[in-house]
């Protein structure tokens, strides 16, 4: 099937391309292949290219499963690939907050791509507080242990995790029940947010609204089961079930929020 056909983002096309030559690798060779890590929309691409690739499986990983930056990883039919496959190490990056200042997202961003590494090799970027993690391509994560002792002006400790090592703390989440009159995303997101229905629709509009870390430019999609939901400024929910209809035929859901 043609690119065009898919509705490929005119910029994603060379990233795909590069994507089909890696399937016909994995192909060809009969071995594992993975991809940098990709942006949702990026993946988003990939994923519509791959799902009509013949005599291959693939599989979308980031370091754990809320991750947004992911790599795609591409095998043979008969074969399956598992999280513990991808090439991608846990950096811990440590500080002593007592001599240091807070640090955010960008300061280690900006630390790390200083080094000359490629953004496409850095995945998602954990801050908490007096360190972070960072989920880098395997390749790299050597380099970054040795070389970054700064950032910002604070002085910093870097360990290698295996990403069965790597604990997280424990994210404030509540749960949340409410009805709606469907599994439309702007009815959920509303229910899930507060919101009346213009008001998500005007977000989702103004591409605000992400689908699974995807933007989202319908209103009428549905939701299902474990989708991720996030709206810029608002937060994220995740839908942890849907519960049937209620005497008043309204359906009942009940999603997971994150504080």
Known sequence: MAKNNLNIQPE?????????DIIKQTLK?????FSDF??????????????FQRDVNFAVFGGNDECERRIIGFCPDYAEITN???????VKISYNKKFSTEMSHRDYLGSILGLGIDRSKVGDILV?????????????????????????????R?????????????????????TVSSLRIDAVAGGAFNMARGKIQSL??????FLNFVTQMSPSKNISENDMIS????GRVKVLSVNGRTKKDRISITVLKYI
């Open 38 to 51: 990709f942006t949702p929309s990026q993946a988003e691409d990939v994923i519509k290219t791959a799902e």
């Open 158 to 178: 870097t360990d290698i995790l295996a990403l069965d090592e790597v604990v997280l703390p424990e994210l404030k989440t509540e749960e949340k029940s409410f």
């Open 128 to 156: 908490f507080d007096g360190s972070a993690i960072c989920y880098v391509k395997r390749e790299i994560a050597e380099y970054i242990s040795a070389n970054l002792n700064k950032v910002g002006h604070n002085n910093v």
């Open 231 to 234: 709206v810029r400024g608002f």
């Open 84 to 90: 513990q496959d991808f090439p991608i190490n846990a």
């Open 12 to 20: 994603n096309r060379l990233i795909v391309s590069h994507v089909e």
């Open 204 to 209: 989702i509009e103004g591409e605000k609204v």
């Open 29 to 33: 060779k009969h071995i594992l292949m």
